[in-house]
C-alpha cells in the first residue's frame, strides 16, 4: 500500500483543455429553467400564467389602442383611448404656462436631462464639473427662466407652472437641498455638544412625526397667518421649503445608520494624522458612509419623487393633478383607466431609472469591504 501511496503522489495529472465556456440566452434557460424535469413542468405553467395574464393588457394598451384623433369620437373603444393623452399633451407637460414662453421651459429640460445623461453615462468625463453645474449652475439659470422678471424675459407666476415641469421642479430641489441638509443633521445628532446634539434630535424626531400632508398645509394656509401682512411668500417656495425640510429628517437617519457602520478607529487614524473633524469627515467618514447607504438614499429620493403629487392640496397642479383635472372634462368623461395608467408610467420610468442608476453606481464604487 505504501508503494502505492508513493507511486500516485509521484504521478503528474495529465493536462486537460479548459471547459467550453456555455453562455446566451439557450444556456441561461436550460440552467436555471429547464435544469431538470420538475423545474421544466414548473417554468412551463408560470409562462402559461404570465401570458393569460399579461396578453390582455397588451393587447388593450398595445394592439387594439387608439393612438391618433382630435376627440373622443376617434376612439373605437376595443382597447385604450390614448387621444386623451395626445390631445392635452402641452398641459400635461407645462401645465397652464403660457404658449408664447414655452420655449423656456424646453430649454431648462434640454439642459436638466444632458446633465443627467453626463453623470449616468460612465464614459464622460469631468463628473464633478457636471455635479458642480446641476448643483448651483442649473437651479439659477432654471428659476430665472421660469419665473421670468430678468433680462427682459416677461414675469411667469408660479400659479402657472404645472404638469411635469412642476413635478421635476419639486423633485429636483427636493433631492438636491435634503441630501446636504440630511447630512449636516445627521453629524450634529452625532455630535459630542449637548446643544447641538439636541437641537438636531428635535428637528428630526418633529419633522418625522408629522405627516407631509399637515407640512403642506400649514406651509401654503397657516404660515402666512403668522407673517406680517405686507410680507408673501410665494406658494411654490413655501412648499419647496416644506418638503426639503419635510425629506431632511428622514435623509439625516439614513444618513446617520451610514456613519454608525464606520469603525471608530477610521477617525481616530484620521486624528492620529493631525486631521481636524471637518477634514476627518470629508475625507474619510462620509465618503465611506455615503457609500454604504447608497440604497437608502435612493430609497429617500424615490419617496420623494412620488410624494410630490401631494401638492395638489394647496392647489398646485403637477402630472397626476393635471391628468385629473382633464378627466373632469365632459368631453372625455370615462378615460380615467387611460389617464392614471400613463401617470403611473410616467412615474415608474423616474422612479426605475432612479433604482437601475443606484445599482450601476454602488457597483461602480464598491470597493470590496472585508471586516
Same mark, same amino acid.
Given at each position: 500500500?505504501?508503494?502505492?501511496?508513493?507511486?500516485?503522489?509521484?504521478?503528474?495529472?495529465?493536462?486537460?483543455? !479548459?471547459?467550453?465556456?456555455?453562455?446566451?440566452?439557450?444556456?441561461?434557460?436550460?440552467?436555471?429553467?429547464?435544469?431538470? !424535469?420538475?423545474?421544466?413542468?414548473?417554468?412551463?405553467?408560470?409562462?402559461?400564467?404570465?401570458?393569460?395574464?399579461?396578453?390582455?393588457?397588451?393587447?388593450?394598451?398595445?394592439?387594439?389602442?387608439?393612438?391618433?384623433?382630435?376627440?373622443?369620437?376617434?376612439?373605437?373603444?376595443?382597447?385604450?383611448?390614448?387621444?386623451?393623452?395626445?390631445?392635452?399633451?402641452?398641459?400635461?407637460?407645462?401645465?397652464?404656462?403660457?404658449?408664447?414662453?414655452?420655449?423656456?421651459?424646453?430649454?431648462?429640460?434640454?439642459?436638466?436631462?444632458?446633465?443627467?445623461?453626463?453623470?449616468?453615462?460612465?464614459?464622460?468625463?469631468?463628473?464633478?464639473?457636471?455635479?458642480?453645474?446641476?448643483?448651483?449652475?442649473?437651479?439659477?439659470?432654471?428659476?430665472?427662466?421660469?419665473?421670468?422678471?430678468?433680462?427682459?424675459?416677461?414675469?411667469?407666476?408660479?400659479?402657472?407652472?404645472? #404638469?411635469?415641469?412642476?413635478?421635476?421642479?419639486?423633485?429636483?430641489?427636493?433631492?438636491?437641498?435634503?441630501?446636504?441638509?440630511?447630512?449636516?443633521?445627521?453629524?450634529?445628532?452625532?455630535?459630542?455638544?449637548?446643544?447641538?446634539?439636541?437641537?438636531?434630535?428635535?428637528?428630526?424626531?418633529?419633522?418625522?412625526?408629522? !405627516?407631509?400632508?399637515?407640512?403642506?398645509?400649514?406651509?401654503?394656509?397657516?404660515?402666512?397667518?403668522?407673517?406680517?401682512?405686507?410680507?408673501?411668500?410665494?406658494?411654490?417656495?413655501?412648499?419647496?421649503?416644506?418638503?426639503?425640510?419635510?425629506?431632511?429628517?428622514?435623509?439625516?437617519?439614513?444618513?446617520?445608520?451610514?456613519?454608525?457602520?464606520?469603525?471608530?478607529?477610521?477617525?481616530?487614524?484620521?486624528?492620529?494624522?493631525?486631521?481636524?473633524?471637518?477634514?476627518?469627515?470629508?475625507?474619510?467618514?462620509?465618503?465611506?458612509?455615503?457609500?454604504?447607504?447608497?440604497?437608502?438614499?435612493?430609497?429617500?429620493?424615490?419617496?420623494?419623487?412620488?410624494?410630490?403629487?401631494?401638492?395638489?392640496?394647496?392647489?398646485?397642479?403637477?402630472?397626476?393633478?393635471?391628468?385629473?383635472?382633464?378627466?373632469?372634462?365632459?368631453?372625455?368623461? #370615462?378615460?380615467?383607466?387611460?389617464?392614471?395608467?400613463?401617470?403611473?408610467?410616467?412615474?415608474?420610468?423616474?422612479?426605475?431609472?432612479?433604482?437601475?442608476?443606484?445599482?450601476?453606481?454602488?457597483?461602480?464604487?464598491?470597493?470590496?469591504?472585508?471586516?
Amino acid at each position: 500500500m505504501a508503494a502505492i501511496s508513493r507511486d500516485t503522489n509521484e504521478t503528474l495529472i495529465a493536462s486537460r483543455p !479548459p471547459p467550453t465556456p456555455q453562455g446566451g440566452m439557450v444556456s441561461w434557460l436550460r440552467t436555471r429553467l429547464f435544469s431538470g !424535469p420538475v423545474n421544466s413542468v414548473v417554468s412551463l405553467v408560470t409562462l402559461l400564467l404570465i401570458v393569460r395574464l399579461i396578453w390582455p393588457v397588451i393587447d388593450w394598451a398595445l394592439i387594439e389602442a387608439d393612438w391618433t384623433g382630435s376627440s373622443r369620437a376617434d376612439c373605437s373603444g376595443e382597447g385604450a383611448c390614448w387621444v386623451f393623452i395626445s390631445t392635452r399633451w402641452s398641459q400635461i407637460v407645462y401645465g397652464f404656462y403660457p404658449m408664447a414662453e414655452r420655449w423656456r421651459v424646453d430649454i431648462v429640460l434640454a439642459l436638466f436631462f444632458m446633465l443627467i445623461a453626463w453623470l449616468v453615462i460612465p464614459r464622460l468625463p469631468a463628473k464633478k464639473i457636471a455635479a458642480l453645474l446641476g448643483l448651483v449652475v442649473l437651479p439659477i439659470v432654471a428659476w430665472v427662466l421660469l419665473l421670468g422678471g430678468l433680462f427682459g424675459l416677461p414675469h411667469v407666476p408660479t400659479r402657472a407652472w404645472g #404638469g411635469l415641469m412642476l413635478t421635476l421642479t419639486i423633485a429636483a430641489v427636493g433631492i438636491v437641498g435634503s441630501l446636504p441638509l440630511g447630512v449636516v443633521l445627521a453629524l450634529g445628532r452625532r455630535s459630542e455638544m449637548p446643544l447641538v446634539r439636541a437641537m438636531c434630535v428635535i428637528f428630526i424626531e418633529f419633522w418625522r412625526g408629522v !405627516p407631509l400632508i399637515t407640512v403642506l398645509f400649514m406651509s401654503s394656509v397657516m404660515l402666512p397667518l403668522f407673517v406680517p401682512a405686507n410680507v408673501e411668500f410665494d406658494k411654490l417656495l413655501r412648499a419647496l421649503i416644506g418638503i426639503m425640510l419635510f425629506w431632511s429628517a428622514y435623509m439625516a437617519e439614513v444618513v446617520r445608520s451610514g456613519l454608525q457602520a464606520i469603525d471608530k478607529g477610521q477617525s481616530e487614524a484620521g486624528a492620529a494624522l493631525g486631521l481636524g473633524y471637518w477634514l476627518r469627515m470629508r475625507l474619510i467618514i462620509l465618503p465611506q458612509a455615503l457609500r454604504l447607504v447608497i440604497p437608502g438614499i435612493v430609497n429617500t429620493f424615490i419617496a420623494l419623487f412620488k410624494d410630490t403629487s401631494l401638492v395638489l392640496i394647496i392647489g398646485l397642479f403637477d402630472v397626476l393633478s393635471i391628468i385629473q383635472a382633464g378627466l373632469t372634462d365632459s368631453a372625455w368623461l #370615462g378615460f380615467a383607466t387611460e389617464g392614471y395608467v400613463f401617470a403611473a408610467l410616467v412615474f415608474w420610468v423616474f422612479c426605475f431609472g432612479m433604482s437601475r442608476y443606484s445599482q450601476i453606481l454602488e457597483r461602480r464604487l464598491d470597493k470590496g469591504y472585508q471586516r
